[in-house]
C-alpha cells in the first residue's frame, strides 16, 4: 500500500541510512485536514517536531491558518 511503512521500507531499502524523505503528498493533505480542523483558529507551527526549513516554509505558505513558527529556547 502507497504511503504505508512497509512500501517505504521496500522502496527504500538499498539506500544508505541515515536519510531523509518527506512524502510531499501526504504533507500535503495531512496540513491541509489540521487548516480545516483548526475551525478559523490560528495555528503555530513547532519547530521541535519539524527540524525542515524547507517544509516549514512550505507549511506556513499552504493557507492563511499556519501564522508562524513556535519554538523552544533554553
Do not use: W
Not at 478559523?40 to 526549513?53: L, T
Request: proline share 5%; net charge positive.
Amino acid at each position: 500500500m502507497i504511503g504505508s511503512y512497509e512500501h517505504y521500507k521496500l522502496i527504500f531499502n538499498d539506500v544508505p541510512k541515515p536519510f531523509a524523505f518527506v512524502d510531499l503528498d501526504l504533507l500535503d493533505a495531512n496540513f491541509k485536514a489540521i487548516a480545516q480542523e483548526a475551525g478559523g483558529k490560528k495555528i503555530r507551527v513547532a519547530s521541535k517536531s519539524i527540524r525542515c526549513p524547507d517544509v516549514l516554509r512550505c507549511i506556513l505558505a499552504a493557507d492563511p491558518v499556519y501564522q508562524g513558527i513556535m519554538y523552544y529556547t533554553s
